[in-house]
């Protein structure tokens, strides 16, 4: 993250980047504790990917083993479609 817009509690909107407010958008990337404001966009710096896997992933489908993993994923089991196979 290269940059971060934060409104804050009284209402004021910063952009903080490397040049404005860097110990602010140090904190935002997870540097301080606390609540610094309400982050509304962010700026990345990006890298080409050569190779991207894309996959599906489903659940909870019978057999899963807990409860609790149940309503964190929140994700339904999916029948297989005939016409897939």
């Known amino acids: ?10 209402g004021r909107v910063l952009d903080c980047d ?14 301080g504790g606390g609540n610094l404001g309400v982050a509304v966009s962010f700026g990345f710096r990006t890298h080409p990917a050569r190779e991207v ?8 489908c019978p057999g899963t083993p807990s409860r609790p993993f149940r309503a964190r994923a929140r994700v339904r089991c999916a029948r297989p479609d005939p016409e897939e196979q």
């Open 18 to 31: 490397a040049d404005h407010d860097p110990d602010l958008l140090w904190a935002s990337r997870g540097g």
């Open 53 to 60: 896997t894309v996959f599906t992933l489903r659940g909870p």
């Open 1 to 10: 993250m290269e940059s971060v817009r934060i409104v804050t509690a009284d």
